[in-house]
């Protein structure tokens, strides 16, 4: 494989001409500078967008990517799903703090994983708390991931392998720890149980449409195959693998906790909404005002979030995204109690997607972000440096 051609740059920027060529060249030169294969970058108010760029090459043959170019965004589905959850919430149809159990059967009666004995065996009690919608879309339900909590990597990794048809076991009572993990995932479970529609039928009826998102889905098309960008791997030895580069096949399920492909414009579209206390552009109220506002509030009292250590080192890197700073998490959300340096202010809203796709919304700026790139490992520390770069570069020019 070309290096050359994989690292091709090119550009599309919108912006004041005399604002956009410094950040340009932040994104232009930062790629280059750290082999980083493509990114897409936008900054918005809550009405209108101040920057767009796009440089670097869409896979190994050198075609440039672009502003309508389609990425994974993996876990920056999370929030989307939240809403979803809070759609219902604001309906009447689900509360916050009654057992989800009610809805989805499988997570009754959940074990709780207290370690493992001499011969390695998994030490389980029944949990005592049931898991609420509260505890799912706070990353405090105990349905961990394997990437990023030892306990459930030993557990996953036992020989033979677990029986992974049935939920948990939880690696703690619900509501005890911060732990990200699968909370997200039994969501969009949840929101398609009491919706009676799939969760790409919801989403695109109820959150998609309105708010203009036309390229975000579950499902790559065929006809827009194009502007898929093919993700990468960047190896320890800092070589790239791309993927094989095929239309990926229709999910069988659609996973609340991540799968959706979408474009910077459409994300932007979404935060846009969230800055607008909820409503849409055409003036649908996706959310109540109230319920918007709950989702950037501290929802986990004196836990902090944020900080995950990683036991997969291809897929994730140990995860610390604002060093030597506390963390808090609110609905869907990741909240930043001190603001970054030349960055966002304190008490955003922000998070990611495993294939280094990163977002935030400053609230009390009137400004959102989100950079796309697609290659692993997570936060590897030049996607890491980039999105930085790129953050501090737009908060000088706006």
Not at 149 to 175: H, V
Not at 329 to 343: M, S, V
Not at 365 to 391: H, S
């Amino acid at each position: 494989m070309s290096r050359r051609l994989f690292l091709a740059a090119n550009t599309a920027a919108m912006a004041a001409p005399g604002k956009s060529g410094a950040i340009d060249e932040v994104l232009r030169g930062g790629i280059g500078r750290r082999k980083i294969p493509a990114v897409v970058a936008m900054f918005a108010s809550n009405k209108k967008t101040l920057y767009s760029g796009a440089f670097g090459a869409r896979d190994a043959s050198g075609v440039p990517v672009r502003m309508d170019s389609i990425f994974a965004i993996a876990s920056m589905t999370k929030a989307v799903t939240t809403v979803a959850a809070l759609q219902l919430v604001d309906e009447g149809k689900l509360s916050l703090d009654e057992p989800v159990a009610k809805f989805l059967p499988k997570l009754v009666n959940l074990d709780v994983l207290e370690g493992f004995d001499a011969a390695g065996k998994p030490s389980l009690r029944p949990a005592k708390t049931p898991i609420t919608l509260r505890h799912l879309v706070t990353h405090t339900s105990g349905l961990c991931y394997d990437t990023w909590d030892e306990q459930m990597f030993r557990y996953a990794s036992q020989t033979p392998p677990p029986d992974t048809s049935k939920p948990g076991p939880l690696m703690f009572e619900p509501g005890k720890r911060w732990q990200y993990g699968q909370g997200v995932d039994w969501t969009g479970r949840l929101v398609e149980a009491i919706s009676g529609l799939s969760l790409e039928d919801y989403f695109q009826q109820k959150i998609f449409k309105p708010l203009g998102m036309v390229d975000t889905s579950f499902i790559a098309k065929a006809e827009k195959f194009d502007h898929v960008v093919t993700r990468a791997q960047r190896e320890p030895t800092g070589v790239w693998t791309p993927a094989e580069r095929k239309l990926p096949a229709p999910p069988t399920s659609y996973n609340g906790g991540g799968g959706l492909f979408s474009t910077a414009a459409d994300y932007v579209r979404f935060m846009q909404m969230i800055l607008n206390h909820g409503r849409a552009p055409g003036g649908a109220q996706l959310l109540k005002a109230k319920t918007v506002a709950s989702m950037g509030m501290n929802q986990i009292g004196e836990l902090s979030a944020g900080k995950m250590k990683s036991f997969k080192p291809a897929s994730s890197v140990d995860v610390d995204i604002q060093p030597g700073a506390t963390e808090k998490w609110g609905l869907g959300f990741l909240i930043n109690t001190t603001p970054y340096a030349g960055g966002r202010s304190a008490g955003s809203l922000a998070w990611a997607g495993l294939l280094n796709t990163f977002f935030w919304i400053d609230p009390k700026k009137n400004r959102c972000g989100v950079i796309l790139m697609q290659f692993l490992p997570f936060v590897d520390k030049e996607a890491v440096g980039l999105f930085g770069e790129f953050e501090r570069a737009v908060y000088r020019s706006f």
